[in-house]
């Protein structure tokens, strides 16, 4: 082995170790903020949907890496860099640096990785003769690591194994292959087999063309643009949408045959520029709010709304086809509304109760709780209000110390409504805040964080379960359920149901104008 590949084994591995289970207890305890509920994280069993749209040629390149088109590539870290310099080197150093990216992989899933079936699937202590034995039969075949591409299948067979249907091998940003934009950016689909081996729809971006084409959670995709969608990639996960920018070519219109139900439909898709985030109308004596994304400015964009100056009787907010966000910025959007500086907080009497009871008498609205999660090691952790305060981050706007005035907030989903977004639900519904109208969520409860690899790419694992504040688990929701949604236990339930696809304007909306009724 030469001297380079020597000091970058000895620095990758270093990294590399096993993970101290007391250290990815606590990283996983802490606040949600490190862990994402990721939009659309439906992989690896989907790829970019647009990936059928494209000549075979291109079309045949594999699904882990299609870049999304929102995505920049981050700088590259110390390790990366060395990985690059080893994979110009001999054979020797770059089956070094390859083993020390699969030895970190095997300990970040053995140490990290979350199995919702009580360990049916996964228990890195119950089998860590077996999952060792793993590692060593990879290693007995160095010539598997002598590129990116054989580590990559190795560590691909070890998420095989452990069966986390969320989980995703990200490349490397150099490796990523980058494509022309598309309407069909916006949709998650998964293969079918049940369905003939079609694309089945599981999510459906918030005023996307897709959702203007009425294309629905639960629809099975025959073709696009002409070519049967049973060929080709079969997968993918919708990539996060941001409007063009200058000089950007908007995205070709596509096509699509897809059934629903015994009927097969055709549908178009346009060009038009996604909706933004978080979009509101004034219906009058009502507020209309689409959140289509839980991120970043998502929280600031809500408090804004809830301190405005005049506000409306009643708060509509949207929720259907969200595919979640992150669990940090849904969980912060949720405590505004337990916060006296933005909203008038329900009673003790209707909020769910702390998971430890607090001394001395009646808990303080801090101390209602948002979630609960539950990692590999059992650990079990409330999150409460005070975790996601907001307002030292965004104050009342001058000083103001009067009440809040109580407004009726309802929320609507359906069964696009998923993971970090069905948490944002389960919080206000839990605790008397809101008032849930539409059809079952989706019921992703699963918490996906990314752990960075030494070659510059990320392993993404399912980490820790999410329950609601009642301590309620959210059911999955099978591919089955979302062709049968009458037969579905999954996902959160609604307090009114209100089946009103597609979603239209809040002014020509069926669930909006019951919304805002007084029949809830």
Known sequence: MSKLALLLHLALLQSAA?????????????????????????????????????????????????????????????????????????????????????EQAWGTISTMAYDPTGGLRFDGRARAAEWVARKRAAFAKPATFETPAGTRVAVGELLEAIDDRWAALEPAPAERVARPRSPLDDVAVARAAAAGGGLEVVAVRPGSAAERADLRVGDVVRSVAGRSAARGPAVSR???RRAARGGAAPPAPAALVVDR??????????????????????????????????????????????LEREPKARLVLDLRNNPGGTLQYAMQSAALFFDEAYASPPPASARAKPFQAPRGGAADVGRTPLCFTVNS????????????????????????????????????????????????????RDNGAATVLGERTFGKSLVQHAFPLPDGGALRLTVAELLSPRQ??????????????????????????CDAAPVRPPREDACTARALGDGI
């Open 261 to 306: 139900g015994g009927a097969r439909l055709r549908l178009s898709l346009d060009a038009a520029a996604p909706a933004p985030d978080v979009s509101t109308v004034d219906l009058g004596d009502a507020r209309y709010l689409r959140v289509a994304s839980f991120d970043r400015d998502t929280p600031r964009k809500i408090a804004a709304l809830l």
């Open 238 to 240: 919708a990539a996060p």
């Open 18 to 102: 096993p993970l101290d289970p007391s250290v990815a207890i606590k990283a996983v305890r802490r606040r949600a903020a490190t862990c994402a509920l990721a939009a659309p994280l439906f992989a690896p069993l989907f790829a970019p949907l647009a990936a059928a749209a494209v000549p075979p040629t291109a079309a045949a390149v594999p699904p882990t890496v299609v870049a999304s088109p929102a995505r920049a590539a981050s700088p590259m870290s110390a390790q990366a860099a060395l990985y690059r310099e080893a994979m110009a080197g001999d054979a020797a150093a770059r089956v070094a640096a390859n083993e020390a990216v699969y």
């Open 377 to 428: 090691r059992g650990e079990y952790t409330d999150h409460d209000v005070d975790e996601y305060r907001t307002d030292p981050r965004y104050p009342r706007a001058g000083g103001e110390t009067s009440p809040r005035a109580k407004r009726d907030v309802v929320l609507l989903v359906n069964r696009g409504t998923a993971s970090a977004a069905e948490a944002f639900a389960a919080a206000l």
């Open 472 to 497: 309620q688990h959210l059911p999955p929701t099978t591919l089955a359920d979302l062709r049968d949604p009458a037969a579905s236990r999954g996902g959160l339930a609604p307090d009114a149901l």
